[in-house]
Structure formats: C-alpha cells, structure tokens
C-alpha cells in the first residue's frame, strides 16, 4: 500500500521554504527592501495628491485715543484667537463666497508674542481661493474690530492683502518620497533588531526523514502442522 501525503501537508512544506529562503537573506536586505517600498510608496502618494495653495494676509493693531501702545499687543492675541470665531467667519462668508464650515477648516490664524500683528493664512486647492478667504476674513476682522473701538481703545489696520500664490504650500512627490524613505528605513531598522538571531555555535538542526513511499508488505507465518496421533488397537 502506498501512502501519500495528504493535501494539509503540501501549504505547510511551501511555507517553509519560503521562512527558509527569507532566513537565508542577509540583514541589510530587509532594510533595503522597508527603504525602498516606502520611498515609492510616499513618492506616489506626493504624485496623485492635489496640490494645495497658501495665501496669507496680515492686520495690525494700533493704540487710539492716546492709549497703551502695550494695550495694542494684547488686543492682538485675542483678536488672533476670535478670527476664527463663527462672528467672524459669518461676515466673510459673503465675500470669500464659499460656506462657513469651508472657511473654518480652511483658515488659521498667528500671533507674534513681539509684535501686535496678526496673520490671517487660507488653503485651498485653488490659489485664487486661497487669497479670496485669507481676505475676507481679515476684513471682516478689521470691522469687528472697529466696532468695538470705544471700548477697547485699540484699532486693526490692514498691512498687507493676501496675494494669489505661485506656488503649491504642499510637499511635492520628491519630498513625500524622502519622508517615505526614511520611514521605511526606520521601520526596516525596528525589524532587524526585533528579528530572531541563531547562534553560528549551535549545531544545525537535523533535517526530518520524509514518510517512506515504499510498499509495505504483508508477510505470512505458515502454522506448524498438526502431529499425528497413534491410535492402538486394543
């Protein structure tokens, strides 16, 4: 009778050779392979990416009335934290012509803890839309300050417009590619140090006999015979 392996047998043998061939690779190839799937993979990622444009505007705040110029740098932070606000944004919604909720995750704002100026930054994938958000909301910030002169003794003047940008803010496909490099290569790294290592001491594992594929044969014992019995006559 012949026996043959059964078909759980055969994933299992086809899976070890491939933990044998991968064993057998030196260190640096896993490290090389993590550098370079990552690199292309972060290079691609920079390619079909919509490119995104930055345009940026700046306010200032000034003393009136003969007040604190002191006054005009705190007036200045807190302006720069309610740019932001659904105040504000609802006046530019109008002239910038995109949605408030565009608007909110589109526009940032920063302060110099130096200087009373406020930056008032949009992004968008087009540059004209960019420069069209970036102004409104500094207008409208300006007029939200203006209405609260009186009080505040401190006025917001408009600097410098937001202009149309040139160029994409976002990293391009060179860029991502070498972000995408390094993460692979640290990654890479990560694994080697985390890999099993085999002790070249240790002797080498003896390999397992397969199953035998001879016949087995079936051998037959004869039984004695049986002795004679003498019968006498009486």
Request: proline content about 11%; glycine content about 12%.
């Amino acid at each position: 009778m012949t026996q043959k392996p059964t078909g759980g047998q055969r994933p299992r043998s086809r899976t070890g050779r491939l933990a044998a061939r991968a064993r057998s690779l030196p260190p640096w190839s896993l490290l090389l392979a993590a550098t370079l799937s990552c690199g292309l993979a972060g290079g691609a990622y920079g390619a079909v990416r919509t490119p995104q444009y930055t345009a940026t505007g700046y306010v200032v705040a000034v003393p009136v009335d003969g007040s604190d110029p002191a006054a005009a740098l705190g007036f200045a932070q807190a302006y720069g934290r309610v740019a932001t606000q659904l105040a504000v944004l609802g006046d530019a919604r109008a002239r910038a012509g995109v949605p408030v909720a565009v608007l909110r995750a589109s526009v940032r704002t920063a302060t110099s803890p130096d200087a009373p100026m406020v930056a008032v930054s949009a992004t968008s994938a087009r540059p004209g839309l960019a420069a069209d958000m970036a102004n409104a909301v500094s207008l409208a910030l300006t007029r939200h300050a203006e209405g609260a002169r009186d009080s505040t003794h401190v006025g917001l003047v408009r600097f410098a417009e937001a202009a149309r940008p040139a160029e994409p803010s976002s990293p391009g496909p060179a860029l991502t590619g070498l972000v995408g490099a390094g993460a692979g290569g640290l990654l890479g790294g990560l694994a080697l140090l985390v890999r099993p290592r085999r002790d070249p001491g240790a002797p080498a594992a003896a390999p397992v006999p397969a199953p035998s594929q001879a016949p087995v044969q079936a051998t037959a014992q004869a039984a004695p015979a049986p002795a004679a019995v003498a019968t006498g006559q009486p």
